[in-house]
């Protein structure tokens, strides 16, 4: 009997939840949980995010801004992976969310998750110190073996070292550094020879006539930097950048998606993102929905376990 009530109950629950989302979504606030430290990138986009919400009040509730840093990026992805079909929480996401499953690093898979939105997209730059004597493609292919800066060898700027090597035909050695900023330093004390720099990092440098880019890894070409070509305009296949946008556990109810894919897009499309994020971080304007989301997930997560694969022979 016992049982039976209690059956009772979780349907009546199941039903209660199923209605409340679709006519009175959201009741509640909502979190959006980051995955690095208060001050990181995706902290910034997840703050500028609730901003923009909160204040165009494009939900009938608050979105809160969540930091849980660590292993790699793996405990906010578990955390947000382990809640399936709740509506209330939804992440960030970076680099590490494809990588850190594909290295062991995180029980939480790709397929954990339901893609929300993408709404801008960070490029690199590839950079030399000025008065190197390196202009173009050809001039690096002729130099046979170069130093590059990063940091760390599960990094973009090191996946596209590795890439551009092998179109190349040269040795690229990877120099290891604690931080971009190091990086950056060193190339211009001519300690190494180039840099795949996030357009936001290096940037100034370039504006001050002390690095010169070379090419830049966007499909197009960056409004900031119109005179410089993308790696595909240069016949080459490289082409990545920093995707930034938002996913919620899976087997998320239908309403929730499509409640959140709305807000996305606003938030893209409002002044405050395009002045405070994607021209301030010389960022792509960019916006996947869901299902377009989705279906990039799979071409990336190949590209990234392509690469740990080279460098893991």
Known sequence: MRKSIFAVAMAACGLFATSAIAADYPERDVTLIVQSSPGGGSDIIARTIARIVNEGKLSSTQMLVENKPGGGGAIAYNYVAQRKGDPYVMGTIATSFFVAPLMGQSPAKVEDFQPI??????????????????ATLDDIKAKKVLRIGNTGPVTDPALLAVSLGNELGIEVRPVPFNGDGEVTTALLGGHIDLQFGNASEVMAQIEAGRLNPIAVTSPERLASLPDVPTFKELGSDIELMLYRGVVMPKDMPAEAVAFWEDVMKKVSESDIWKTQYVERNNSVPLYWDADEFARRVPEISKLYADYLTTIQK
Do not use: N
């Open 117 to 134: 939105a993408v709404i801008a997209g960070d490029p690199f730059i590839l950079v030399v110190e000025a008065k190197s004597g390196i």
